[in-house]
C-alpha cells in the first residue's frame, strides 16, 4: 500500500501523457505537485519508498522510522525524520553497559531493517568499548501466538541465554 500511494503521489497532473512522472536530466526548476510525504513509520517499509520519492525528488519526513541506512544522503537525499537515528540509541545502549560494568552481553535482534542495522550498530560500540558479545540471536520479525515454529525459536532462545556467561 504504501508503495502504491508513493507512486500516486508521483503522478504529475499537469502531463496528460498517461500521468506518469516525466523523466528529466535538468530538474533544478522542477516542482512536485506534492510538497512533502509524511511517513512511513517503519524504517524497512520508508527505505522503499523513499527509493520511489528520491526519484522524484519528493521530500519524506518520517516520525518514527530510525534505521542508519536512511542517513545515507547519497542513496537517501530526500529522507528526514524528526527523532534520533539508531547510530545515538546503539551508542547510548553500549554506554550504559560499560558503565555497569556489564563484562559479556547477549545480543537479541529482529530479523527486520531496525533489528540487523541496530545489532550491528551496537556490536561496533561494544567493541569500541572492549565490551564481549557472549551470543547474538537474529529472531523472526513476526510472531504467531500458536505457532510450534515461534515456540522452537524461543525456547532456543532461552536455552542459549541460560547456557551464556
Given at each position: 500500500m504504501a508503495i502504491k500511494t508513493a507512486l500516486k503521489f508521483m503522478e504529475d497532473q499537469r502531463d496528460s501523457f498517461e500521468n506518469c512522472f516525466p523523466l528529466r536530466s535538468d530538474y533544478?526548476?522542477?516542482e512536485?505537485?506534492?510538497?512533502a510525504v509524511i511517513g512511513e513509520s517503519y524504517s524497512e517499509i520508508?527505505?522503499?519508498v523513499a527509493r520511489l520519492l528520491t526519484i522524484a525528488l519528493i521530500p519524506q519526513i518520517s516520525y518514527s522510522s530510525t534505521?542508519?541506512?536512511l542517513s545515507t544522503k547519497s542513496k537517501f537525499p530526500s529522507f528526514l525524520r524528526t527523532i534520533p537515528s539508531d547510530a545515538h540509541q546503539t551508542k547510548a545502549i553500549a554506554l550504559?553497559?560499560?558503565n555497569e560494568r556489564w563484562n559479556s552481553i547477549g545480543v537479541i535482534g529482529s530479523n527486520d531493517e531496525y533489528g540487523k542495522y541496530g545489532i550491528e550498530g551496537f556490536i561496533d560500540h561494544a567493541t569500541k568499548y572492549k565490551l564481549c558479545i557472549a551470543?547474538?540471536?537474529i529472531l523472526p520479525a513476526l510472531f504467531s501466538q500458536n505457532d510450534t515454529e515461534t515456540r522452537s525459536v524461543l525456547n532456543n532462545l532461552m536455552?542459549?541465554?541460560d547456557e551464556s556467561s
Open positions: 533544478s526548476n522542477y512536485s505537485n506534492v510538497k520508508s527505505i522503499a534505521s542508519e541506512v550504559l553497559a560499560v551470543f547474538k540471536e536455552k542459549t541465554i
